[in-house]
């Protein structure tokens, strides 16, 4: 068995004799049939394993080069590349690495033991610190780590590269581990103590220890204080978010007002940021806890809100559920343009008449869909349009912009449905015409439950085939429209005088519009009719209780219900 560092045809080792060659004094020679040098005495140094290196051929037949076969020739002598050291003593003539050649040295048996702590090892010629060891191959430097008996079994915690601070080499079992060229037989002074180990390291000094420690502990205590810290401040805020009442001011506020939008689907967290950020509230949670004490808090809507700064939240909400502080206008189902366009002139401070004069004159650059405004004899373009909601109008405002927003809500209304198909399953010319008919079930019909059996009032006077009107619609919503009025006590011949294509008392089929702005319930009713057969209907008590008859001689009964009710 070959001892671990000596080379193959080494004497064995014997206790008395340690270097197994008698010491210097006496060199042992041996004949080795593997060995360049036949005869002469052979010392076999620890051999670094290369991948098979030193397995019974030379490091320069790894490398492809020539090696000496000739027992009486020594290789030529290179003095360039003889291995030199300030104050290391010359050597005999060996060859380098770059010549693919490599000379065995005098065998260490001890180089695999470590040196007693802080003690020193002789290098291997049994020299002291200044015998220097054979170089590594420069492409294998740190391509392998290199086995080193030597190495310390027991680190301390600041070999680690964490707490070295080292770079790449950084690890004991590499070369290079301390950050010099990876000669760990060089003490402070330059001087080779003969192994790589400990001792190496600790000819740089122990002081660097100590100063990593430092920088160590330094870090523990950093990261440590910084938790408490961040634990206490999450603590802090915990307990201030529970606990602590929201920054809230006091008051009803300065006498500086400001104008706040709330936008469409905002909720409580939503407008308490718009609140705050226009200075009118102190926080968001202060204004979303009075929202949520106030009982009628859920009813705050879109809209525009002429509000004073520095308001406590509770008068905040107080003041946006005012209807006097509210900067919109409201357009409710049914409601005619003519009353929306004056609502929008009182809120903007315009005078009477401007917004409906801007309506005219733009109306095809508010936003209309191409299938609206198909009839000439349409009295106003955007009738039907201005969908019923909630829209900002405060002070500052163009009348235009407000007309925008009414018009875009209502294509997103119209635009959930497929009107076109929809119109030509119900018999009806176009999307147009469907919206006609929403306005007119909205403007007839008083309760929920009445719209789908008025729309098919509608669809039955309009067939072909009805006989009992001869498809005239007969509504006096129709006739009121076209006079500006709201009135159920026509004369019959103010009526038949009138020949108006908005009077259906004289001209079959629809009008050429809508209307009124229809609301959700009206238009998704007339998309959804009943099919029972009305005809006729009439609000018996002059206002809310609207009865149906499938006959003429049900009508007649049901209109001397409605002139008993009436005085008539």
Wanted: charged share 25%; net charge negative; proline share 9%.
């Amino acid at each position: 068995m070959t001892e671990y560092g000596r080379g193959p045809g080494s004497a064995p080792w014997h206790p008395e004799d340690p270097y197994g060659d008698g010491g210097w004094g006496g060199q042992q020679t041996h004949t080795d049939p593997q060995s360049s040098y036949d005869g002469r005495p052979q010392h076999h140094p620890p051999q670094p394993q290369y991948g098979g290196w030193g397995d019974q051929q030379h490091y320069g037949e790894q490398y492809g080069q020539q090696h000496y076969t000739d027992p009486h020739q020594q290789p030529p002598f290179d003095p360039s590349r003889q291995q030199s050291h300030p104050g290391a003593p010359q050597q005999y003539p060996q060859s380098g690495w770059n010549d693919g050649t490599a000379q065995p040295y005098p065998a260490d048996p001890y180089a695999h033991q470590g040196a007693p702590y802080g003690g020193e090892q002789p290098g291997p010629y049994g020299g002291g610190p200044d015998a220097y060891p054979q170089p590594e191959p420069p492409g294998r430097r740190d391509a392998e780590p290199e086995p080193r008996p030597d190495w310390d079994p027991e680190p301390g915690q600041d070999d680690h590269a964490f707490f070295a601070g080292g770079g790449r080499n950084d690890h004991p079992e590499r070369p290079g581990a301390d950050g010099d060229d990876g000669d760990d037989g060089d003490g402070e002074n330059g001087e080779n103590t003969g192994r790589r180990g400990r001792a190496g390291r600790r000819g740089r000094g122990g002081k660097g220890k100590k100063r990593r420690n430092g920088c160590a502990c330094l870090v523990v205590v950093l990261v440590f204080g910084g938790g408490l810290g961040g634990a206490g401040y999450l603590g802090y805020h915990y307990y201030k978010d529970r606990f602590a009442a929201p920054p809230d001011y006091a008051g009803d506020g300065t006498g500086e007002m400001v104008t706040v939008i709330i936008p469409k689907g905002s909720f409580g967290s939503v407008i308490g940021r718009k609140l705050k950020d226009a200075g009118v509230v102190k926080s968001v949670d202060a204004f979303v806890a009075a929202q949520k004490d106030n009982p009628d808090g859920e009813k705050i809507q879109a809209g525009a809100y002429l509000l004073r700064k520095h308001m406590s939240a509770k008068s905040a909400v107080a003041m946006m559920l005012d209807r006097k502080s509210q900067a919109n206008v409201l357009v409710t189902p049914g409601e005619r343009n003519a009353r929306v366009y004056a609502d929008i002139d009182t809120k903007l401070g315009l005078p009477a008449g401007t917004t409906k004069g801007i309506a005219e004159k733009q109306y095809r650059s508010l936003g209309l869909p191409n299938w609206a405004n198909t009839d000439t004899d349409i009295k106003d373009p955007l009738e039907g349009f201005l969908y019923p909601g909630t829209y900002p109008a405060a002070k500052g405002m163009k009348p235009e912009a407000v007309l925008k927003e009414m018009v875009s809500h209502a294509n997103q209304a119209y635009g959930k449905y497929d009107l076109a198909a929809k119109a030509k399953a119900l018999g009806l010319k176009g999307p147009l015409q469907v919206v006609t008919v929403a306005s007119l079930v909205q403007a007839e019909g008083k309760t929920h439950d009445d719209y789908r059996k008025m729309a098919e009032v509608v669809y039955n006077r309009l067939k072909p085939t009805n006989t009992e009107t001869n498809q005239l619609l007969q509504f006096d919503s129709t006739f009121n429209y076209l006079k500006g009025q709201s009135t159920i006590h026509i004369s019959e011949s103010e009526i038949n005088s009138n020949t108006d294509p908005y009077n259906t008392y004289t001209h079959k089929g629809l009008p050429p519009g809508p209307i009124g702005n229809p609301g959700d319930d009206a238009l998704e009713a007339t998309l959804n009719p009943t099919h029972d057969g009305w005809i006729y209907f009439v609000a018996t008590d002059g206002e809310n209780n609207t009865e149906f008859a499938k006959t003429y001689a049900e009508f007649q009964r049901l209109k001397e219900k409605f002139n008993a009710s009436s005085g008539n």
